[in-house]
């Protein structure tokens, strides 16, 4: 289908750094410009899960992951305009540093990456707590290591106080010529909870509306919101294909997919969710921790990542939720797991007291937390012909996790042969048994146009 120029106005909020305020200030401002009556869709860059699920509350509409290593590029600008339609404004958070990506000798995966794929105006925060004048510095360093970068102006955090705040703004605006849109003192009294993958996802209870409108209000308050649409307006008009159909299989009317959602398990893309639907998919989702069983007329089951190990005696203690998914393995339904999926379908999951409690049983050994984190994007080949891939085909994936399996078979037919730079050699993962593809490794189905209709066919196979 032929590409046709688009008026989405835009913004990236970029940081120097990990750390840096970037999750916090684009949260705010994304929903001070909601009250102000604006339509804002929000992205994230990279594969992160947590992030997005602050952004979605403040938005009002769910946000986006944009994963240029992933996800071939022409894609993402496609999957970002088909998101993005209908909505007022696009604010995008980086990931990291501003030019950090998936190596140090290019910009793959990284924030610029994005922001000149799409267009983008960027403004970086800068974190000014331990600098006066040498800001400047900092700012004309990151102006000029990459010319073609649209960088449009920036944000200052953590100042002492309102002369600091303005003589740090002076020294970048008179070292770069880019305005500073706004300062944040360093005492705000918003602190995000975190812990071992990040953040706390808004899935888990908390107070998080509260969170969101005091980040508004400090946003509000302290950035010139009216300078900031003014630059999303500049950006040019984006060019990009519409994503294409998938084709739907035959009697995927009937593919019911079943997606766990609840505290435990929130780590789903929503643009997998889009994908599964357009090639014929029902999405229904349901929760391991309190449902008893898996919905009526399944006809394949997604569980998802998430943090099964803060929930696992709850989980031990739903023994109907375990004995249907035993069922629906038993039945031949397709199951694929993720990361904490996985770790549910093995025969115990040992929490961060060291206690073990029993799972579904599917996948032999036990899950176990760790203290050393497993994370990076993946090279995934398929060991075999699966839910998703056939064998020897490749797709790029991404970990991110604090636990391991142990006990695996060394027998067990591994899911895929994994790798993380080129010239390392390939590693067995996860396995893969009939209908049953699991393993630590996340997939963003828009990294190859086939996967949501096999996963639907696959479902619609079963249910026939």
Same mark, same amino acid.
């Given at each position: 289908m032929q590409a046709t120029p688009a008026r989405i106005p835009r913004l990236l909020i970029a940081g120097t750094h990990s750390g840096v305020g970037k999750t916090t200030l684009t949260a705010g401002l994304i #929903? $001070?410009? *909601?009250?102000?009556?604006?339509?804002?869709?929000?992205?994230?860059?990279g594969p992160d899960y947590i992030d997005p699920?602050?952004? /979605?509350?403040?938005?009002?509409?769910? *946000?986006?992951?944009?994963?240029?290593?992933?996800?071939p590029p022409e894609r993402v600008t496609a999957l970002f305009?088909?998101?993005a339609s209908g909505a007022d404004l696009a604010v995008i958070e980086g990931v990291m540093g501003l030019y950090d990506g998936f190596g140090y000798r290019n910009e793959a995966g990284s924030t610029a990456e994005v922001a000149k794929l799409l267009g983008a105006p960027v403004v970086l925060i800068l974190d000014a707590g331990c600098m006066a004048r040498s800001?400047? #510095?900092?700012?004309?360093?990151?102006?000029?290591?990459?010319?073609?970068?649209p960088l449009a102006g920036f944000l200052v955090n953590r100042v002492a106080g309102e002369s600091h705040g303005q003589g740090v703004a002076a020294a970048i605006e008179q070292a770069t010529g880019l305005p500073v849109l706004g300062w944040i003192p360093r005492e705000t009294g918003l602190v995000v909870p975190e812990r071992h993958l990040g953040l706390v996802p808004t899935a888990e209870p908390g107070k998080w509306r509260a969170f969101i409108e005091a980040a508004a209000d400090l946003v509000a308050r302290q950035v010139d919101l009216v300078r900031l649409q003014a630059l999303a307006d500049q950006a040019p008009p984006l060019i990009s294909a519409p994503l294409a159909p998938a084709p739907v299989p035959q009697g995927a009317y009937r593919s019911r997919i079943a997606v766990a959602r609840d505290e435990a398990f929130s780590f789903t893309y929503a643009d997998n969710l889009d994908l599964l639907r357009a090639a014929g998919g029902e999405i229904v989702f349901f929760s391991?921790?309190?449902?008893?069983?898996?919905?009526?007329?399944?006809?394949?089951? !997604?569980?998802?990542?998430?943090?099964?190990?803060?929930?696992?005696?709850?989980?031990?203690?739903?023994e109907g939720m375990r004995e249907s998914l035993r069922q629906a393995h038993a039945d031949g339904l397709p199951i694929y797991a993720e990361c904490g999926g996985l770790m549910v379908l093995t025969e115990a999951v040992v929490d961060l007291d060291g206690r073990t409690h029993p799972m579904v049983?599917?996948?032999?050994?036990? *899950? !176990?937390? /760790?203290?050393?984190?497993?994370?990076?994007?993946?090279?995934?080949?398929?060991? *075999?012909?699966?839910?998703?891939?056939?064998q020897g085909e490749t797709v790029r994936t991404h970990e991110f996790h604090y636990s391991a399996w142990e006990g695996r078979p060394p027998d067990l037919p591994p899911a895929y042969y994994l790798r993380a730079i080129e010239g390392q050699e390939p590693q067995p993962e996860g396995a893969c048994i009939g209908n049953l593809l699991a393993?630590?490794?996340?997939?963003?189905? $828009?990294?190859?146009?086939?996967? $949501?209709?096999?996963?639907?066919a696959a479902c619609a196979q079963a249910a026939l």
């Open positions: #929903a $001070a410009l *909601c009250r102000v009556g604006l339509a804002v869709q929000p992205f994230k860059v699920s602050y952004h /979605t509350l403040a938005a009002g509409r769910v *946000c986006r992951n944009l994963d240029t290593w992933m996800i305009g088909h998101a800001a400047g #510095a900092v700012a004309l360093g990151y102006q000029q290591f990459d010319p073609q970068l391991p921790l309190h449902d008893e069983a898996l919905p009526p007329h399944t006809a394949g089951v !997604i569980l998802s990542g998430g943090f099964p190990e803060l929930y696992a005696a709850q989980l031990a203690a739903n049983g599917l996948l032999p050994g036990r *899950c !176990i937390m /760790t203290p050393r984190l497993t994370m990076g994007y993946r090279v995934a080949q398929a060991a *075999c012909d699966s839910l998703l891939l056939r393993s630590y490794a996340h997939v963003h189905l $828009a990294a190859r146009p086939e996967l $949501a209709p096999r996963f639907v």
